[in-house]
């Protein structure tokens, strides 16, 4: 039976708190509905921004420190945490909703916008001290993480606060209305990172402008919807509060440019000549100049030393091309170092040079040192680029199109290359290959890391590609972020030496070809050494990386 309701007497206010006590609603300047609607639209932007800042955190993390899949799970993981944090320490700031949100929002988009700005210059002018220093980033990173989950977490609780005050409905409803305009902003936030904001304006600018998003739209909401909620003081501080956050932010919007070329110098050192963002990564080539040697660095990464970049491309490529070789593909090797080691062999009648990022490729013809340095292999007609993801280009690659497969791409350990060292890929390089074809592979230093390095050699195996391992050189192999020449003396020593991977249908024996050119700094008796010195680092047993199963 439903029991009878009695009538609440004239002038008594309506309960709107719930089981936290009677609250009045919001006195609004406009209408319940357009109320709620704006509210609604100030939670899709404000999601938007706070998966701008995670993705951001992910971005720069992963170029600054490396590793990818660790530093995405150490930001997302941290980062729920504190989400968790959050929400507990809004049910405090309940009965101050619209003062706690504004002030929240300030926060927010201080933290979140400076987030790239700080933690770049952290690992540019401390990255190098040694000791406690040397994890700066790393350790910046979690706190950046830790502080942006609670002050997103705490939204929530306080927003839904808020949009019972404009219009009372049961709790479900307004939740799915809530958590609806949430997740379309976290949608259109995780689109436009990639897409619109670091292609266009970078990872800098592009924190900084979500940030005074976050800013404008967050003291609007408060400031214009809520504003009677507000005492006095409270507007003032909150307007002040605002204004401060936003004068900060443009003031770094606007030094960005020389922010980002002074922290440039601060990793690279003085020389850098070409510090350029193509659609996949930084490029910056350093020296060229007053004898000094051309250095190329691919996202903080050192890819290439001129002074010794001859030992590795010529160990790279000389022993696979012992044998027939009028057909090569070369796997990265944007630089043009590797086509020019290629070009020297007679015979040779097609280059492929498959690389992921067409700017590396453009710049490597054009620059006049690093065109000097590949020696214009980009200018031979034989060469042609191919640029796109090598598992689709090798895939619909017919069988048997190649002599000779080089493989120069960074070591396994980096992320990004993971899957070009996994069985399933060499299953496709096999495909591609003549039945009497060579594949030489860059695995990695051997001395410093045969567990990586051994496990390509199963991962080959497996793959039905016996290899036979050598290893030459004795620099610093650079597979690290870049040091520095401000650096160089603080860091711990890198791993020294490459390692190589000799590879066919059958184990081959690496050799040099008696009708090429001989080579500026291998010879048949230091390649026969690598091989001698490669084995007695050999690590058996290890299973294959694989595609759903990565090893490194």
Same mark, same amino acid.
């Given at each position: 039976?439903?029991?009878?309701?009695?009538?609440?007497?004239?002038?008594?206010?309506?309960?709107?708190?719930?089981?936290?006590?009677?609250?009045?609603?919001?006195?609004?300047?406009?209408?319940?509905?357009?109320?709620?609607?704006?509210?609604?639209?100030?939670?899709?932007?404000?999601?938007?921004?706070?998966?701008?800042?995670?993705?951001?955190?992910?971005?720069?993390?992963?170029?600054?420190?490396?590793?990818?899949?660790?530093?995405?799970?150490?930001?997302?993981?941290?980062?729920?945490?504190?989400?968790?944090?959050?929400?507990?320490?809004?049910?405090?700031?309940?009965?101050?909703?619209?003062?706690?949100?504004?002030?929240?929002?300030?926060?927010?988009?201080?933290?979140?916008?400076?987030?790239?700005?700080?933690?770049?210059? !952290?690992?540019?002018?401390?990255?190098?001290?040694?000791?406690?220093?040397?994890?700066?980033?790393?350790?910046?990173?979690?706190?950046?993480?830790?502080?942006?989950? !609670?002050?997103?977490?705490?939204?929530?609780?306080?927003?839904?606060?808020?949009?019972?005050?404009?219009?009372?409905?049961?709790?479900?409803?307004?939740?799915?209305?809530?958590?609806?305009?949430?997740?379309?902003?976290?949608?259109?936030?995780?689109?436009?990172?990639?897409?619109?904001?670091?292609?266009?304006?970078?990872?800098?600018?592009?924190?900084?402008?979500?940030?005074?998003?976050?800013?404008?739209?967050?003291?609007?909401?408060?400031?214009?919807?809520?504003?009677?909620?507000?005492?006095?003081?409270?507007?003032?501080?909150?307007?002040?509060?605002?204004?401060?956050?936003?004068?900060?932010?443009?003031?770094?919007?606007?030094?960005?440019?020389?922010?980002?070329?002074?922290?440039?110098?601060?990793?690279?050192?003085?020389?850098?000549?070409?510090?350029?963002?193509?659609? !996949?990564?930084?490029?910056?080539?350093?020296?060229?100049?007053?004898?000094?040697?051309?250095?190329?660095?691919?996202?903080?990464?050192?890819?290439?030393?001129?002074?010794?970049?001859?030992?590795?491309?010529?160990?790279?490529?000389?022993?696979?091309?012992?044998?027939?070789?009028?057909?090569?593909?070369?796997?990265?090797?944007?630089?043009?170092?590797?086509?020019?080691?290629?070009?020297?062999?007679?015979?040779?009648?097609?280059?492929?040079?498959?690389?992921?990022?067409?700017?590396?490729?453009?710049?490597?013809?054009?620059?006049?040192?690093?065109?000097?340095?590949?020696?214009?292999?980009?200018?031979?007609?034989?060469?042609?680029?191919?640029?796109?993801?090598?598992?689709?280009?090798?895939?619909?690659?017919?069988?048997?199109?190649?002599?000779?497969?080089?493989?120069?791409?960074?070591?396994?350990?980096?992320?990004?290359?993971?899957?070009?060292?996994?069985?399933?890929?060499?299953?496709?390089?096999?495909?591609?290959?003549?039945?009497?074809?060579?594949?030489?592979?860059?695995?990695?230093?051997?001395?410093?890391?045969?567990?990586?390095?051994?496990? !390509?050699?199963?991962?080959?195996?497996?793959?039905?590609?016996?290899?036979?391992?050598?290893?030459?050189?004795?620099?610093?192999?650079?597979?690290?972020?870049?040091?520095?020449?401000?650096?160089?003396?603080?860091?711990?020593?890198?791993?020294?030496?490459?390692?190589?991977?000799?590879?066919?249908?059958?184990?081959?024996?690496?050799?040099?070809?008696?009708?090429?050119?001989?080579?500026?700094?291998?010879?048949?008796?230091?390649?026969?050494?690598?091989?001698?010195?490669?084995?007695?680092?050999?690590?058996?047993?290890?299973?294959?990386?694989?595609?759903?199963?990565?090893?490194?």
């Amino acid at each position: 039976m439903i029991e009878p309701h009695a009538p609440a007497p004239p002038g008594s206010p309506p309960s709107w708190g719930g089981p936290c006590g009677p609250e009045a609603p919001a006195r609004l300047p406009v209408r319940p509905a357009v109320g709620r609607f704006l509210v609604l639209a100030g939670v899709f932007v404000c999601a938007a921004c706070g998966l701008v800042y995670e993705l951001e955190l992910v971005a720069l993390a992963s170029y600054l420190i490396g590793d990818s899949v660790t530093q995405a799970s150490v930001v997302l993981s941290v980062m729920v945490f504190a989400m968790g944090l959050g929400s507990l320490a809004a049910k405090r700031l309940r009965g101050l909703a619209a003062a706690g949100f504004g002030a929240l929002e300030a926060a927010l988009a201080l933290v979140g916008g400076s987030s790239a700005m700080l933690l770049y210059a !952290v690992f540019a002018w401390t990255g190098g001290w040694g000791g406690l220093w040397a994890d700066g980033p790393r350790i910046l990173l979690v706190a950046f993480s830790l502080a942006i989950g !609670v002050l997103i977490g705490a939204e929530v609780p306080l927003l839904m606060e808020l949009i019972q005050r404009v219009r009372r409905q049961d709790p479900g409803g307004a939740v799915a209305d809530l958590f609806a305009a949430d997740y379309v902003g976290a949608l259109v936030g995780g689109l436009a990172f990639p897409f619109v904001l670091l292609p266009f304006l970078g990872q800098l600018t592009g924190a900084l402008l979500t940030g005074t998003v976050n800013a404008v739209v967050g003291a609007a909401l408060v400031l214009g919807l809520f504003r009677r909620d507000l005492t006095r003081r409270a507007r003032w501080l909150l307007l002040t509060a605002n204004a401060v956050v936003l004068a900060l932010l443009a003031t770094a919007t606007v030094l960005a440019d020389d922010f980002e070329r002074a922290a440039r110098h601060a990793v690279y050192g003085q020389d850098v000549r070409v510090a350029v963002r193509t659609d !996949v990564q930084e490029v910056v080539l350093t020296g060229d100049a007053d004898g000094r040697p051309l250095d190329l660095f691919l996202d903080g990464r050192l890819r290439v030393r001129g002074s010794d970049e001859r030992s590795y491309h010529e160990a790279l490529v000389h022993p696979a091309m012992s044998g027939p070789h009028a057909r090569v593909l070369i796997l990265g090797g944007g630089d043009g170092l590797a086509a020019r080691e290629v070009l020297r062999h007679p015979g040779v009648r097609r280059v492929d040079v498959l690389e992921a990022d067409p700017g590396l490729a453009r710049l490597a013809r054009h620059d006049p040192g690093l065109s000097t340095l590949n020696e214009h292999a980009y200018g031979d007609a034989r060469v042609r680029v191919l640029a796109g993801d090598a598992f689709h280009r090798l895939r619909a690659t017919p069988s048997g199109t190649y002599d000779v497969v080089i493989s120069d791409l960074p070591d396994p350990g980096v992320t990004a290359s993971t899957k070009l060292y996994s069985q399933e890929f060499y299953g496709l390089l096999r495909r591609v290959l003549a039945p009497d074809g060579r594949l030489a592979v860059h695995a990695g230093p051997v001395a410093a890391h045969p567990h990586a390095f051994w496990t !390509v050699d199963a991962t080959l195996r497996a793959a039905g590609l016996p290899a036979v391992a050598y290893r030459v050189g004795a620099r610093d192999t650079g597979t690290g972020s870049a040091p520095g020449p401000r650096r160089a003396a603080a860091d711990p020593p890198a791993p020294r030496g490459w390692g190589f991977l000799l590879a066919a249908r059958t184990a081959p024996a690496p050799r040099l070809d008696p009708a090429a050119p001989r080579p500026h700094t291998l010879t048949p008796d230091s390649l026969a050494r690598g091989v001698r010195e490669a084995a007695r680092t050999r690590m058996a047993g290890l299973p294959p990386s694989t595609l759903v199963h990565p090893r490194f």
